[in-house]
């Protein structure tokens, strides 16, 4: 997609979410072109007149709403965990992530969401909770490139940990 494209995706999604009475999934499909949109201006792909962040929040609030208008829909679950790992805001994905865990205990073969999930957790920090679900990814994957790729998150993650407990047992400087 070229630069202009994104500037007429940002008003073409306006003009699509700003609807009163919009069904579930046009709304999570609203979060998931803000997502999106937001992802090409923070990676500096594109300039849309709005700032990444800005659109990482108008993201989450779709993405928010259609949970509510349907709480079994997966999909918008792991849409939110993969804004919530980009926004970095701890407290947003704490209260996030018990409703993310019910899902994912309700669905545990569903990788994709195991995959967002960990990465999430590892946003937040918290990275051996991001190894469980990353592992649980693993365990899950539908393929074998996704299984090789989560294989891999896997490593680089236990070598973040390790790396972080030999700093916390070697005590403060």
């Not at 069904?23 to 990444?52: H, M, Y």
């Not at 079994?72 to 996030?96: C, H, I, K, P």
């Not at 592992?135 to 074998?144: F, K, N, P």
Request: glycine fraction near 6%; hydrophobic fraction near 40%; include cysteine.
């Amino acid at each position: 997609m070229r630069r202009a494209d994104y500037a007429v995706a940002l008003q073409d999604a306006d003009k699509l979410c700003s609807h009163d009475s919009l069904p579930q999934s046009t709304v999570a499909r609203c979060g998931g072109l803000f997502n999106s949109l937001a992802r090409a201006v923070n990676q500096k792909k594109a300039d849309v007149g709005i700032e990444g962040p800005a659109l990482t929040e108008r993201s989450r609030q779709y993405y928010e709403k259609a949970i509510t208008m349907d709480p079994d829909d997966v999909a918008s679950f792991e849409g939110m965990a993969n804004v919530l790992g980009n926004l970095r805001n701890t407290d947003y994905s704490q209260a996030f992530l018990p409703h993310a865990q019910e899902m994912l205990s309700t669905h545990p073969r569903v990788s994709s969401l195991a995959r967002a999930l960990s990465g999430m957790c590892a946003s937040m920090g918290d990275n051996v909770m991001a190894l469980n679900y990353a592992a649980m990814w693993q365990r899950t994957a539908l393929s074998d490139a996704e299984r090789d790729a989560a294989t891999a998150y896997v490593s680089r993650l236990k070598e973040t940990v390790d790396r972080n407990n030999l700093r916390n047992a070697a005590g403060p400087h």
